[in-house]
């Protein structure tokens, strides 16, 4: 039997994906231009797994806030409220600039307070770097929504990101597609490792294309495609398999990256090579 640990985060993901899919209906179509729609309904899924997950889970995730931190059962449960309430915001598409805002700030006090201290004490650790760069991206993705300045940053940020993740699929390409964690491809999937250069290789493109500002909505949007098929057709059935907290995880993890990637596409200008620059 399924534990309440992954129910009710499960249960959640799905009512908030059901919510976010229905207020974006009508922008959406299976043309790769109108899939875009879906990024703030895969970041809504995504926050409310973790949001549910640390209110259901609290004492065992209290164990990350920083031991320097009074208080960690009210900040685990604080950030769990905080997450739902973005959450709700986006599949809602309400106070969206408000929300994303302040999920982009909560998610760069994150990196600053829990991952930067990790990579600084073990800066030759690839998985701290690895989660650093994934909050921050998905910080970037919050103020892809914001728009102005903080676009830019958040856009660059991804970039980063995206390359960073490029690179260790092309030397790695073993690891699960998504976001590179400890996970590895399972055995039973065929042409394993094509999988994992191709990743690559479309994380490559999207972020350098980020980052220099050109062709970056198309680029993000077949990254994000391929993102989305990852959950459908490896993590969703790794957990219908095994219905763990960690598999769970994994599912969530990709779903808000997919989601990001998406936000990226979908705030994006797709400036042409040779058009004049911008940011």
Do not use: C
Not at 256 to 268: D, H, M, Q, R, V
């Amino acid at each position: 039997m399924t534990s309440g640990v992954v129910l009710w985060p499960s249960l959640a993901g799905i009512v908030f994906l059901v919510i976010g899919v229905t207020t974006a209906r009508k922008r959406l179509s299976f043309s790769p231009g109108k899939l875009i729609a879906v990024g703030p309904a895969f970041v809504a899924s995504a926050l409310a797994v973790f949001g549910a997950e640390h209110l259901v889970a609290a004492r065992s995730i209290m164990q990350i806030v920083p031991s320097w931190m009074p208080g960690h059962l009210f900040w685990t449960y604080f950030v769990g409220i905080a997450l739902l309430a973005a959450a709700a915001s986006l599949a809602l598409m309400r106070h969206v600039r408000l929300a994303t805002t302040l999920l982009g700030v909560m998610f760069f006090l994150f990196v600053l307070l829990i991952h930067l201290p990790k990579v600084v004490g073990n800066p030759e650790q690839r998985l701290t770097w690895t989660v650093l760069l994934r909050d921050l991206a998905f910080a970037g993705g919050a103020w892809a929504l914001t728009g102005g300045r903080a676009a830019v940053i958040g856009r660059i940020w991804i970039a980063v990101a995206a390359i960073f993740f490029g690179v260790e699929y092309l030397l790695h390409p073993d690891i699960a597609p998504g976001v590179p964690l400890p996970k590895l491809t399972p055995a039973w999937v065929p042409l394993r490792l094509l999988w994992g250069y191709l990743m690559g290789a479309l994380l490559l493109l999207a972020g350098v294309a980020g980052l220099v500002n050109r062709r970056a909505r198309l680029a993000a949007t077949w990254l994000a495609i391929a993102l989305t098929l990852s959950v459908l057709l490896l993590y969703l059935p790794l957990m219908a398999l095994r219905p763990t907290v960690e598999a769970l995880n994994y599912v969530a993890d990709t779903l808000l990256f997919a989601g990001t990637i998406w936000l990226l596409a979908e705030t994006s200008q797709d400036v042409r090579f040779g058009d004049p620059p911008g940011l």
